[in-house]
């Protein structure tokens, strides 16, 4: 990871966090600047937890791509683990879980580690699915079955077979690209990352300068078109002007890639808020302060990740 186009992404990350430290640091030392004090502590959280989560992430990188495709096995096993407390189990559940979390889960990611994406693209959706059907059954426990695989299948889907694409990324051969092997990959995996975290601000930004019609009053009360509208499009700039640490991406592709990652995410945070008002919560879980849960910080990545590896496919097999 010591070719040029891997420094400068990796510069550049870390001279954006130091100055939004920086700046939030200023805000709360200086309280007459007539911003909201809570604003202002809640920025400052925010920046303390990507502190941290970018430093594990980039340890994770640097050991290389056992560790990484480790690292998101272990988010998805505790994403899964806050999707599954907040929804109501029964005892007729418990030994299906058991191996949904201790088995199925792990083999997923080894089999994401090999790079057997024959085995791993349908190993969850069809053979998983399955089980959990016919050992739910098993139990004998009757009462609304179909509601509670239902949503076993959907945490098992989007916490662990989703989210296991942006690791996948790392399996991709990339021929040709400046600074290739490892470090190509790498850089490729990053840029989703930050894709998507920059999508996620910039819908924040749009909606609350510009934002006047909600997506989904009752699901989420600060997204609006509008928010959707500027992220996408300031998402698909961002790429388009990254596209040469992202190969093997050309700069309309890049755009193209970005626009799609953008709504993706947005879909994401979406759904993961509607199940949440479905239980009445307002976050996952505690684990990060400043972030909530996990799959609080995840969810935009868990719908982005498939869509963004298969373009990524499709850009490298056809050449497009």
């Known amino acids: 990871m010591n070719d040029i186009r891997t420094i400068a992404l990796i510069t550049g990350v ?85 191996w949904v979390f201790f088995a199925f889960t792990p083999l997923h990611y080894l089999l994401v580690g090999f790079n057997r994406y024959d085995i791993f693209s349908v190993f969850l959706p069809v053979y998983a699915t399955l089980f959990v059907l016919a050992r739910v059954a098993f139990a004998g426990d009757y009462k609304r079955f179909l509601e509670r695989t239902a949503k076993i299948q959907a945490g098992l889907v989007v916490c662990v077979y989703c989210l296991s694409f942006a ?66 499009t300031s998402t698909a700039l961002l790429a388009a002007a990254l596209w040469w640490a ?34 009445g919560v307002k976050d996952y879980g505690t684990l990060v302060v400043g972030h909530g849960g996990v799959l609080d910080r995840i969810d935009s990545i868990c719908f982005a990740a498939p869509v963004f590896y298969h373009i990524t496919l499709l850009v490298t097999g056809a050449g497009l």
């Open 246 to 279: 992202a190969p093997p991406f050309q700069p309309w592709q890049a755009a193209l890639a970005g626009l799609v990652v953008a709504t993706m995410g947005f879909a994401g945070g979406m759904t993961m808020s509607a199940i949440k008002r479905d239980r």
């Open 167 to 232: 690791p996948a990324l790392l399996q991709i051969p990339i021929e040709g690209a400046a600074g290739g092997g490892r470090s190509a990959n790498f850089r490729l995996l990053f840029f989703l990352i930050l894709l998507v975290q920059f999508a996620d601000c910039m819908q924040y930004v749009w909606s609350r300068m510009l934002g006047r019609r909600l997506v989904a009053a009752n699901v989420s009360s600060n997204r609006t078109w509008e928010g959707l509208l500027g992220s996408a």
């Open 14 to 98: 870390l001279a954006l966090l130091t100055g939004a430290t920086v700046v939030g640091q200023f805000l709360k030392r200086h309280p007459d600047r007539g911003l909201d004090p809570a604003a202002v502590r809640t920025f400052n959280l925010r920046i303390r937890g990507w502190w941290v989560l970018c430093t594990v992430l980039a340890a994770a990188f640097w050991l290389g791509t056992t560790a990484t495709v480790v690292l998101f096995g272990l988010v998805s096993f505790w994403a899964l683990r806050e999707f599954i407390t907040l929804t109501p189990t029964r005892k007729g559940d418990h030994r299906a879980l058991f």
